[in-house]
């Protein structure tokens, strides 16, 4: 048995250098992808800031007078306040296509397989600029509705 072990069995292999070896390791492989942003995903990205685009017009054409109602509001469950919190209910509907924007980017992030970063980081910045507009609408209906609570 122990010669077994110590007998070569047939030549042994060559310590000279393999083909793969004499290759440079610093030479790049093949051309870089092209991580530049893909049509497919700009047009979701314009079709979905459109629609939001909508809703923050609508939402900044009842702005001013919802403001004028709330601050013209009188004592709860009064004629006036009634009306402001009415006003307040149509602004806040009006925000639903920023919101449904806001939900469909995400679901772009979420949803796919990334394949180009920067398919993600054109997602990821529409929903920047949106999440800062949508805070901000929030902001106002928080301190508009704490303004007409008894």
């Known amino acids: 048995m122990l010669a077994a072990c110590a ?42 800031e459109s629609n939001a685009a909508d809703g923050i017009a609508a939402f900044e054409a009842v702005r001013g007078p919802t403001g004028a109602r709330i601050a013209d509001a009188g004592p709860t469950n009064s004629e006036s306040w009634v009306s402001a919190v009415e006003a307040l209910s149509r602004l806040e509907a009006v925000r639903r296509p920023l919101v449904t924007a806001l939900a469909d980017l995400d679901a772009l992030v979420t949803d796919s397989e990334w394949v180009n970063p920067a398919d993600r980081d054109a997602v990821q910045a529409a929903l920047e600029r949106l999440a800062s507009i949508d805070a901000e609408q929030a902001g106002l209906l928080e301190r508009w509705t704490a303004q007409l609570q008894p």
């Open 7 to 48: 007998a070569p069995a047939g030549d042994p292999p060559s310590l000279a250098k393999r083909p793969a070896e004499n290759i440079d390791p610093r030479l790049p492989v093949g051309s870089p992808p092209d991580y530049s942003e893909t049509a497919a995903i700009a047009a979701q990205i314009a079709v979905i």
